[in-house]
């Protein structure tokens, strides 16, 4: 029996490629299955996986994968330094019907439920401000940056880089100028 070494080192190759694409397509596979959040996406990404071996489950890893819930996990870790000390204890769902008018009961289970998310107590001094559209929450903000004392979070959907946000921006410079610590 005569055994040509090239065409031994070529079969093993093939062997060892088709086992790694199977490993990596069934990790890939797996991965997507248990953290897409969309099972559209997992459903997805699970038929490349499979459809296009081994590139399928390269590019799962490169484009797939949720980098930024990691990152965002990271730093909830180290979120410990923008929580506000106070002198005041908190307020339990169940206290909560001492504080409020009788008609607001229904918040009672909102609390509950709040309070069981966010694992935070309900501090007194807090007051919600329904503004019905830009022209009345616009000169809202404008005026609570410019009274801040000691941060100011801006949290939005959208920033377009309209002429109206130039008053916002001037007036966010100015509050880090001012010391207090910014973040948008």
């Known amino acids: ?29 797996a991965h997507a299955v248990l953290y897409k959040r969309d099972s ?8 490349f996986v499979w459809l296009v071996p081994l590139l399928g489950a390269v590019l799962y890893f490169v484009f797939g994968v949720n980098r930024v819930r990691r990152q965002a996990a990271v730093l909830r870790a180290g979120r410990e330094r923008f929580r506000v000390e106070t002198a005041e204890s908190g307020c339990s769902p169940e206290e909560l019907h001492q504080h409020l008018p009788g008609h607001t009961g229904h918040l009672y289970m909102l609390a509950r ?10 501090l007194p001094g807090n007051q919600i401000d329904p503004l019905i559209n830009g022209d009345e929450a616009y000169p809202a ?7 801040a004392k ?22 966010l410079g100015e509050a880090q100028r001012r010391g207090l610590e910014v973040r948008v």
């Open 40 to 47: 559209r996406a997992a459903i997805a990404w699970v038929g």
């Open 150 to 171: 000691q941060t100011v979070s801006f949290v939005t959907y959208i920033f377009d880089r309209m002429k109206s946000d130039w008053n916002l921006r001037a007036l």
């Open 141 to 147: 903000m404008l005026k609570a940056i410019a009274e």
């Open 113 to 122: 439920v709040v309070g069981g998310v966010v694992k935070t107590p309900l």
């Open 1 to 29: 029996m005569d055994v040509n070494l090239w065409d031994l080192a070529h079969e093993v190759w093939h062997v060892g490629l088709a086992g790694l694409a199977i490993v990596m397509s069934v990790v890939a596979s």
